[in-house]
C-alpha cells in the first residue's frame, strides 16, 4: 500500500473523530512514536518504492497546528524502531535497517534531548536483535517488547527494559503472553503498567485481538 505523512489529532476528553493538524516531511510507515511534555516526535521509518528507511528525528508542537521539522538524525537508517520517552529524552530502541537486502535487525538504544535539538546517541543495547518490537515507558525505565527475529524470521515474546539513570543495556524482564510483533498493534503506558495491544504472530500472517499489559514495579 501507500505510506502517508498525516498528523491526526484527536480529543482525550470527549469522543470525537480524528482532525489532520499538520504533515511529516515525508510520507513512511513503521516509525516510533515519542512525546515531551510539548512535543510529539517520529523517529525512523521506512518509504517504497523502493524499501528504504530514514535516520530522521523530527516533531511538532502540541501548542499548535503544524508541520514536523527535521531536528536530528539517528545513528543509522531504520524501521520498526520502539519509542520511548523519560522526562528529558526521547529513545529508540532496536529495528531495522534495508537496504541493502537483506533486511538487517539491530540491537541498538540511542537517546536524544527534548532540551535542544539533536541526533542520537548510541548508549547500549536490548538483549535480542530485532525490529518491530512495541514501546512502552514508565517513570523511570523504556521498553521494548516482542519483535520480529531473523534469521528465523519468528516472533519474540521478551519484554526489555531500559533504565533513564544511566546509559546502559537492557534487561530481559518477562515475556508477552504470546510471541508477536507490533503488526497492527500498539503500545501504550499508564503510571503503573505497559500494555502491548494486538499484533501479528508466526511471521506475519496471523493477526491477534489479545490485549497484554505487565508491571513497571517489579
Known sequence: GSAVNQIDRFELVSRANAADVGDLI??????????STTHGYSV??????????????????????????????????????AGAQSATHGYAQQGAKNPPPPTTNTNVIEKFP????ANGSDVGDVTVTRRYAI?????????????FVSPGEVTTNVIDNTPF?????????????QSRWMGGGTG????SHGYFAGGST???PTKVNTIDKFPFST
Open 26 to 35: 515525508a510520507a513512511k510507515y513503521y516509525t516510533a512514536g515519542v512525546a
Open 44 to 81: 525512523g521509518g521506512g518509504y517504497t518504492p523502493p524499501f528504504y528507511d530514514y535516520n530522521v528525528i523530527e516533531k511538532f508542537p502540541f501548542s499548535g497546528l503544524t508541520n514536523t521539522s527535521d531536528v536530528g538524525d539517528l545513528t543509522d537508517n531504520r524501521h520498526g524502531v
Open 114 to 117: 527534548f532540551s535542544s535539538d
Open 135 to 147: 514501546g512502552q515507558s514508565s517513570l523511570t525505565h523504556g521498553y521494548a517488547s516482542g519483535g
Open 165 to 177: 539513570a544511566s546509559d546502559a543495556n537492557s534487561s530481559d524482564v518477562g515475556d508477552l503472553t
Open 188 to 191: 501504550s503506558s499508564s503510571p
Open 202 to 204: 508466526n511471521g506475519g
